[in-house]
Nanobody, 123 residues
Framework: QVHLVESGGGLVQAGGSLRLSCAASGRTFSSYAMGWFRQAPGKEREFVAAINWSSTAYYADSVKGRFTVSRDNAKNTMDLQMNSLKTEDTAVYYC?????????????????WGRGTQVTVSS
């Protein structure tokens, strides 16, 4: 079992920055691919970023160049640094993990999820 808890969400003006964190507990964190997803009201959950066991990162086109995902296997944490935020980044952000080293952009292929943290970007 893997337990994930997100933190760091909040309200920020467009152009500002936020840093989200995901704390993991349970099974061996370093063996898992991890991902960030988001869901805005009335929309489907969408891929934001993912990182594999060796810290190779993947991003959605909409956040590439603005967001940076990182992980610290010793601390069992994954972070998402979000810069140059836009109003369209407003969503609940979820941390996810899967029981394999390979990353995927498909939400359905992640077995464990956090409860989410709200990010609101005002104009």
């Amino acid at each position: 079992q893997v337990h994930l808890v997100e933190s760091g969400g909040g309200l920020v003006q467009a152009g500002g920055s936020l840093r989200l964190s995901c704390a993991a507990s349970g099974r061996t964190f370093s063996s898992y691919a991890m991902g960030w997803f988001r869901q805005a009201p009335g929309k489907e959950r969408e891929f934001v970023a993912a990182i594999n066991w060796s810290s190779t990162a993947y991003y959605a086109d909409s956040v590439k160049g603005r967001f940076t995902v990182s992980r610290d296997n010793a601390k069992n944490t994954m972070d998402l640094q979000m810069n140059s935020l836009k109003t369209e980044d407003t969503a609940v952000y979820y941390c996810a993990s899967r029981l394999t080293m390979a990353v995927t952009r498909m939400a359905g292929e992640y077995e464990y999820w956090g409860r989410g943290t709200q990010v609101t970007v005002s104009s």
